[in-house]
């Protein structure tokens, strides 16, 4: 396959020094490039120095200052580094002289996501939705590109063929960009028909920022078989398991990728349907790692995400993890306050996971309404559906007709009318006390 030429973003393996430009005042200095440290080990580099920089104004040339940069040079020289990884994102000018100046290989936080992606992506939805990511991001970056590669296959004084090979690498990048974008909506229209086809069962996804432990939780609850690794973006594709509740009740729980400060926005363009899930959920579980003392950076982070993605309105549980290893208690008392719909768990002890259950069983009944249920003798399947999806408060069996008193979620309904379409259906408001409790119906039954 022909594609464009692209510098080799990949890191595997390389020695590395990080770089971030952090605004006077800011006290996270040492956290943000500890982060930065996470992405680049994930991608296999090794980090052999960070370097934060404080400053508040972006040099154009040489992003933390020109004098700034001769000393990185200087550092990476010594080091016998092969990459130089810069926190922020750089024009392709900066990444220029940098790697001039350096005689290394410079790379932002987008390319380096980018590159941790494209290693990560296993479903063939995944892997076209990073390829495209990246060619997105590289496409308005050619022209530097090329004048970064001409400098290393000799290209001084070869600049009509390097214009000439501009040109057919943008058209290369195009094109595959078109033909990608064309097979990532064929997947995308087989999904939602999907999803459309499944039961009227209510759905729980969830969300939250990498590494907080949303896999896990999932592998906790169903038997997923999720991996799970102390690295970020571990999980690219959406893992749906039916998640059986005490008492039987069921519903779908969805394992998604991951969210992080930063995240380049043609990513999030490109797993725009994977992400979808979210805002299509009935629920979402926003997992919170306790055992980070940026938690409450994070939180603010996947809260803005999802307000872009759509998410404003479908009902959130902050679950704040890991509190088998709390960073900061005080952190815990903010986010308790701030969200009053929170359960404290640990996924991977299984601490307090049944406060979790019964808030999702809380969250599942608040909607339900009282029905009359009128149906045919004959067909047992209809009771075991009200079980199964609701509360059978009464049953009454007759020769010709069986009528039962349920509490069940109005979205039901619908499913018990495929079921049986001689079904009938009347709403019901109780007065007085309800006419016996389901452990007293079980016995009158
Ligand atoms: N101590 C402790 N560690 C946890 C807990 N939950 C998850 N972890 C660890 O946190 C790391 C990340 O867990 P994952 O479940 O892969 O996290 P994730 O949110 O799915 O991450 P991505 O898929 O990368 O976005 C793993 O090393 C887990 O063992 C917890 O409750 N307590
Ligand atoms: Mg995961």
Not at 93 to 119: G, H, P
Not at 242 to 261: A, E, H, Y
Not at 320 to 346: F, G
Request: proline fraction near 4%.
């Amino acid at each position: 396959m022909v594609r464009p030429n692209r510098k080799q973003l990949s890191v595997a393996k390389e020695r590395a020094i990080l770089v971030g430009l952090v605004p006077p005042g800011e006290d996270w200095k040492e956290e943000l490039l500890n982060e930065l440290a996470s992405l680049a080990r994930t991608a296999g580099a090794v980090v052999v120095d960070k370097v934060p920089q404080v400053r508040s104004r972006i040099d154009p040339a040489y992003y933390i200052g020109k004098g700034k940069a001769a000393e990185l040079a200087q550092k990476a020289r010594a080091a016998d580094v092969d990459t130089v990884i810069f926190d922020n994102d750089l024009s392709p000018a900066q990444v220029r002289n940098l790697e001039q100046l350096t005689q290394a290989k410079v790379i932002d936080r987008s390319e380096l996501i980018l590159d941790i992606f494209s290693t990560h992506a296993r479903t063939r939805q995944a892997k076209i939705q990073v390829e495209l990511a990246q060619l997105e991001y590289t496409l308005p970056r050619l022209r530097g590109m090329w004048t970064h590669l001409s400098r290393f296959e000799g290209g001084i004084g070869t600049r009509g063929p390097g214009e000439q090979q501009l040109e057919v690498d943008r058209r290369i990048a195009s094109r595959r960009i078109n033909e990608l974008k064309k097979r990532l909506k064929k997947i995308e229209r087989r999904k939602v028909s999907e999803v459309t086809k499944r039961s009227p069962e209510l759905s729980v996804s969830l969300v939250g920022y990498t590494n907080a432990g949303k896999s896990t939780l999932m592998n906790a609850l169903t038997d997923a078989g999720m991996l799970v690794e102390d690295k970020l973006f571990a999980t690219l594709d959406t893992r749906t398991r039916r998640w059986v509740l005490p008492g039987g009740k069921k519903v779908l729980l969805s394992d998604t990728v991951g969210f992080i400060r930063g995240l380049p926005h043609h990513l999030i363009a490109a797993f725009r349907a994977t992400l979808e899930e979210a805002r299509n959920a009935d629920i979402l579980l926003h997992i919170a790692d306790l055992g980070s003392r940026q938690v409450l950076h994070q939180v603010a982070i996947v809260e803005e995400v999802l307000k872009n993605l759509g998410c404003k309105d479908v009902p959130t549980i902050l679950v704040l993890n890991k509190v088998d290893i709390m960073a900061d208690p005080v952190d815990l008392e903010i986010l308790k306050r701030k969200y009053p719909e929170n359960v404290v768990i640990s996924a991977l002890t299984g601490e307090r996971l049944e406060d979790l259950r019964e808030r999702i069983i809380d969250y599942l009944e608040r909607g339900w309404q009282h029905f009359r249920i009128f149906c045919t003798p004959d067909d047992g399947r209809v009771l075991a559906y009200l079980y199964e999806n609701g509360e059978v408060l009464s049953k009454s069996f007759g020769n010709e007709e069986n009528e039962f008193l349920v509490r069940l979620h109005p979205d039901y309904v619908v499913g018990l009318k495929r079921l049986n379409g001689s079904v009938r259906v009347n709403e019901w408001v109780p007065s007085g006390p309800s006419p016996s409790s389901p452990r007293s119906a079980e016995q009158s039954g």
